[in-house]
């Protein structure tokens, strides 16, 4: 190659046009952004997600936030509008918890109420739920509607039993103690307002009646055993009287004297004693049988729903106890994964080479299979206990626990009574022995005399049992008729005309929040496994030395030039990109300044203040833009007084001649093919910056590029030149990057912010290091500061565009 090829470097044989300062006009305008032309702080680059790092991914990730958001929102609404709306009705009623029953307030039969108890009793009580039933079947035939209430009916039509409807109907009834007010209310969920309502205000009125029936029953039970007793000794008195008008017709009296007529008085004294005391037994043994019956109705419903909660505590117990002992041999895994990388997840490796943890493996996992069993089979339990009467979600343990203390009373009275009854039969047994002790005695005495006192004796007796037993019969009559009952109902139900269920504002709202916290967890899990570059710090954090950010022209262009791609001077069509010599007061012409300034710090052996004499310019990827950075790159250097050579090695896709507006050949390829006429080396209209087109290659450049005429081509222009700038093929795109790679002092290499990913950026460097090249630097292009929340590199933008010149 001859050097005639580089002889024109300053002849004037082509007329360049008059930029001869670097300047296209006296322009003003523009912001000169700092940008981040340096590594930065490692410290800063690696201190972690702060919280505008946090801000800038949910504002790269709204589109899927927003479409995520939407989708939820409208299956949430879709479901909302398309559910069956349910309904619920409330009464209340009062308990007067002071009022007490029996004869005369209190007695054998009288108890203090609790509202705990009272609650017990409406959850448990299957005689009340079936009487609601029935009330609602009543209801039911004298509306004539048959179908109003789909409560007594099934999915098919046909009429529920009685125990299906108290079964489905206790799952939608729930009873809410207000300890304050002494009150109860009745809650009633249905599909349909009428039968809510119904429902609520029949158990309402049917738990007003059955309380009075029951506060009544054992007043009722002592004037029925009143009434027996009152008959009975009527009976006594007329047998009594009966006998002593036949003793006196039969029969002489002959009275024995005050010794004996004390004797028989003593005898029959005895005798009324005994005979009184087993009155009272009766009594008290009824008192007994009564409270059999109250605990009769309470153990069957409780020993159900404290079996079950035992099997559930026990159940709950043993899933403890697995997930304690899978957590151990987690722990125990762990240990394995922390000492062998890469060992979790590697199943034939674990298999192979760690026959131990492959067994502790196996057995987690059937640890887990006993876990989900149990944990079924509590849920099982669960639902089929919230079936019981009265059962509900928030009131079960509580109202459990107090029909148990219920239950606990009545044993304790029933054990109360049958010691009075035993102290009772110990005194009749007591008598029964002293009566036997006067016979002997009395069978000295005539019998007339002690037949005439016995008679006479009984029938006092008689008469004076007859009389106690009439008065209490009147007190027992006067207190069953005023026994009200101690419920009261103050505020029946009515229809309910808005649903409960759905709540569509809370369902909607619910349906947002959710749709923003999967939108944001899809963000975030989506743009961690984007492995593509937005900002210079995914730069920094990948371990690469930033030169230079530039930031996106469209902006620039659009103010400057309205938008144009070209424009036009003195007669020539430049491409608008070509900021530093169109507008040298840009902020993008100041990040090419800065990326120049960077530059001295490139290349091995340079000192600072010389940059490397040869640049070589290239991308990973097509598109990138390395080329309008090779150029203003370029443009920089000479308005700094630097001469700069341009070589335009991309020959497979040439675009440098159409942005400096000169033509494409003869340049490159024709040198390269050993054409030594050509004359490829060009002065373009700004002085100090020369060009080499690419040419029209006809076969494959990169053997042509490999050769000694390239070797020629750079030395001499490094030695006609200040700096050879070499725009190349993207790497990944062609080998001809890897040829003139080792002949450059420094390699930079152009990304393109939100497309370029950190892969294609990795296999770069691993090829340029291939064969022996480390990158210099790396430039990231297009970078849209108006939108880098959470970059480090947006400080020096905003600040440098409000730092202007002013005349």
Not at 215 to 229: C, I, P
Not at 465 to 484: D, G, H, V
């Amino acid at each position: 190659m001859n050097d005639k090829n580089l002889s024109r470097f300053d002849s004037g044989d082509m007329t360049p046009a008059p930029l001869r300062n670097g300047h296209a006009s006296n322009r003003m305008n523009g912001s000169a952004h700092h940008g981040g032309g340096s590594s930065g702080s490692s410290s800063e680059a690696n201190a972690g997600i702060d919280v505008a790092e946090i801000l800038d991914m949910l504002r790269r990730g709204k589109w899927i936030i927003a479409a995520t958001t939407i989708v939820v929102v409208a299956l949430v609404g879709a479901y909302t509008y398309t559910v069956d709306p349910v309904y619920e009705a409330k009464s209340i009623v009062k308990i007067d918890l002071g009022a007490q029953s029996g004869p005369g307030g209190m007695g054998a039969f009288g108890q203090q109420r609790d509202l705990a108890s009272e609650v017990g009793v409406l959850q448990y009580s299957a005689e009340l739920a079936s009487r609601v039933v029935a009330e609602l079947r009543a209801t039911e035939s004298a509306l004539e509607e048959k179908g109003k209430f789909p409560l007594l009916y099934g999915e098919d039509g046909q009429a529920r039993s009685t125990n299906e409807v108290m079964s489905h109907m206790m799952q939608r009834v729930s009873f809410v103690p207000m300890q304050s007010q002494s009150m109860i209310q009745f809650t009633v969920e249905s599909g349909v307002p009428e039968e809510a309502s119904t429902v609520a205000n029949l158990y309402s009125s049917q738990y007003e009646i059955f309380s009075r029936e029951k506060a009544r029953a054992s007043v009722t039970a002592a004037r029925d055993f009143l009434e027996t007793q009152a008959e009975k000794r009527r009976e006594e008195i007329r047998e009594l009287e009966q006998q002593w008008e036949t003793f006196a017709q039969n029969n002489q009296v002959v009275t024995q004297g005050i010794g004996g007529e004390r004797l028989v008085a003593e005898y029959t004294e005895l005798t009324a004693r005994r005979d009184a005391l087993r009155f009272e037994l009766e009594q008290e043994e009824e008192a007994l049988r009564l409270l059999r019956d109250q605990l009769a109705q309470f153990e069957p419903g409780l020993r159900e729903t404290v079996q079950q909660e035992q099997e559930a505590s026990g159940l709950r117990s043993e899933i403890s106890v697995l997930e304690r002992k899978i957590g151990e041999m987690r722990a125990e895994a762990a240990q394995y994964y922390v000492a062998n990388d890469g060992l979790e997840g590697d199943t034939d490796r674990i298999e192979t080479e760690f026959p131990q943890l492959a067994d502790l493996l196996e057995r987690i996992n059937g640890l887990e299979k006993r876990k989900r069993s149990l944990t079924n089979q509590l849920v099982a339990e669960a639902t089929q206990s919230s079936g019981l009467p009265g059962a509900t979600a928030g009131n079960d343990s509580q109202m459990g626990t107090s029909a148990l203390n219920r239950i606990m009373q009545l044993k304790t009275r029933i054990t109360e009574q049958e010691i009075r009854i035993g102290q009772i039969e110990a005194q009749i047994a007591g008598l029964e022995s002293a009566i036997q002790s006067y016979e002997p005695r009395l069978n000295r005495i005539p019998q007339q005399t002690i037949q005439r006192e016995q008679i006479d004796r009984k029938l006092q007796q008689a008469e004076r049992f007859y009389q106690s037993i009439t008065s209490e019969l009147q007190k027992t009559i006067i207190a069953e008729e005023s026994e009200l009952g101690y419920v009261e109902t103050v505020r029946k139900a009515f229809v309910p005309s808005i649903p409960v269920k759905p709540n569509v504002q809370q369902n909607l709202l619910l349906g947002l929040l959710l749709g923003v916290g999967f939108g944001i967890g899809l963000a975030f899990l989506r743009l961690a496994s984007n492995s593509r570059i937005y900002r210079p710090d995914d730069l920094l954090r990948n371990g690469y030395r930033v030169t230079g950010v530039v930031p996106k022209m469209d902006n620039e262009i659009k103010k400057e030039f309205r938008g144009r791609d070209t424009v036009e001077i003195e007669g020539h069509e430049l491409s608008t990109r070509l900021l530093p010599i169109l507008s040298p007061w840009s902020p993008v012409t100041e990040n090419y300044r800065l990326i120049r300034t960077n530059m001295q710090y490139a290349g091995s052996g340079q000192s600072y203040g010389e940059p490397p004499q040869t640049i070589l310019v290239t991308s990973p990827e097509p598109g990138d833009g390395k080329t309008t950075t090779a150029i203003n790159l370029a443009l920089t250097f000479v308005l700094s007084g630097k001469k700069v050579l341009l070589i335009d090695a991309d020959m497979r896709r040439p675009t440098a001649h159409k942005l400096l507006g000169m033509e494409r050949s003869p340049g490159l390829a024709e040198m390269l093919r050993g054409d030594d006429k050509v004359q490829v080396v060009r002065r373009t209209y700004v002085d100090g910056l020369y060009f080499v087109p690419a040419g029209k290659a006809e076969d494959p450049p990169t053997e042509a590029l490999d050769s000694v005429r390239m070797d020629k081509l750079i030395e001499l222009g490094k030695s006609r030149c200040d700096i050879v700038i070499i725009d190349t093929p993207p790497v990944l795109a062609a080998s001809d990057p890897l040829v003139l790679a080792p002949r450059a002092d420094a390699t930079l290499v152009v990304t393109s912010a939100n497309s370029t990913d950190v892969d294609s950026l990795d296999l770069t460097r691993d090829m340029l290091e291939g064969v022996g090249v480390s990158i210099s630097g790396v430039i990231f292009n297009r970078f849209d500061d108006a939108k880098a929340s959470g970059s480090n590199y947006k400080y020096g933008y905003y600040h440098s565009d409000n730092y202007r010149m002013v005349s």
